[in-house]
């Protein structure tokens, strides 16, 4: 059941939050706090993978913020929102996402690779890699682990409109045309979540994937969220309820929600200030074509009248062969 104990915290609840039951989950601090549990990470986990029975996560391991530096040859630098290994020798990166930015699709790409890269060098420090023969380690040298990529998005997906969930993998097209879908490799996968896309009410909702996505779409809706039969999703519920956070929670969400709210402002000022100046220009090059072409009918009117291409010239501002071509 959900901790009804009062927080220890000093100050009141920061107005902006006020009347509010849950922190919205789609911000770094209470997405962090939703699934800052390992129970709670694996139903998830789980759900994604489509993992059941046996091949349930039995354990995990998982930080947030974890940050990955490489030298390649400049210093690189990426910051996963939580890195979690398997005990079976998975290595996920869970990325929440509010905003679709430019490049949205390479910056998956290049934080799969540096996921990649951190896996292997993770892999090789084991205990179970350091007691491979000498032999063994060498036969081994390419080999990687299993990394997946999870990103849940408060946008719509790039490659599939609509769609709640996407995955994507490495195919040889060769083996596609000939009917053939199978992935090179199932040790690289892409997973994609879409917040907004899924529509399905509480009473529909079938699954860890689903139950996690309806809490992480209707956090902000204003009422009760039912825990679906899950005693680890009340207490995941109780760690973003207002009246249950601390003062540290409260004020990391206010400032990633002020953050939000400057950058939705510098948004739709620069969308009025584009539309503006498009109008501007269009009503500058309307009026220049709307010259040009008096002009070019004043010009045509007197050479039909004998004028001299000369004076119709230095009249229009026209070059005689401008003049000669109407």
Not at 255 to 280: F, H, N, P, S, V
Request: charged residues 35%.
């Amino acid at each position: 059941m959900t901790d009804t104990r009062k927080p220890i915290r000093k100050n009141p609840i920061p107005a902006k939050l006020a009347g509010q039951i849950y922190l919205d989950p789609t911000y770094d601090p209470a997405f962090k706090a939703l699934f800052g549990d390992e129970n709670a990470l694996k139903d998830f986990l789980d759900g994604v993978l489509n993992l059941e029975g046996d091949d349930r996560i039995k354990t995990l391991r998982f930080r947030f913020d974890e940050p990955l530096v490489f030298h390649v040859p400049q210093e690189k630098k990426v910051i996963l929102d939580i890195f979690a290994t398997t005990g079976s020798g998975r290595f996920l990166n869970i990325e929440m996402r509010r905003w679709e930015k430019d490049f949205f699709i390479d910056r998956a790409i290049l934080y799969k690779a540096f996921l990649v890269i951190k896996g292997r060098k993770e892999m090789e420090m084991s205990k179970e890699f350091k007691s491979l023969s000498k032999e063994q380690q060498a036969y081994r040298r390419y080999q990687l682990p299993e990394t997946i990529s999870i990103w849940i998005c408060n946008f719509d997906l790039p490659r599939a409109s609509g769609e709640y969930i996407d995955e994507w993998t490495l195919h040889s097209t060769a083996a596609l045309r000939n009917g053939k879908s199978e992935p090179l490799s199932e040790k690289n996968r892409y997973i994609f979540l879409s917040i907004p896309n899924f529509t399905k009410s509480a009473n529909e909702v079938k699954g860890s994937t689903e139950v996690w996505l309806y809490l992480l779409k209707h956090a902000m809706d204003g009422g009760e969220l039912p825990n679906f039969g899950r005693e680890f999703v009340d207490e995941a519920l109780g760690r973003i309820r207002v009246e249950n956070a601390n003062d540290e929670l409260l004020t990391a969400q206010v400032k990633d929600m002020k953050r939000d709210e400057e950058y939705e402002t510098w948004l739709a000022g620069a969308k009025i200030k584009a539309e503006e100046q498009g109008r501007e220009e269009g009503h500058k090059k309307g009026l220049e074509e709307g010259r040009m072409k008096a002009t070019r009918e004043m010009a045509q009117k007197l050479r039909e009248e004998g004028i001299p291409l000369e004076t119709i010239a230095k009249c229009s501002n026209l070059s005689a062969e401008e003049i000669k071509a109407l």
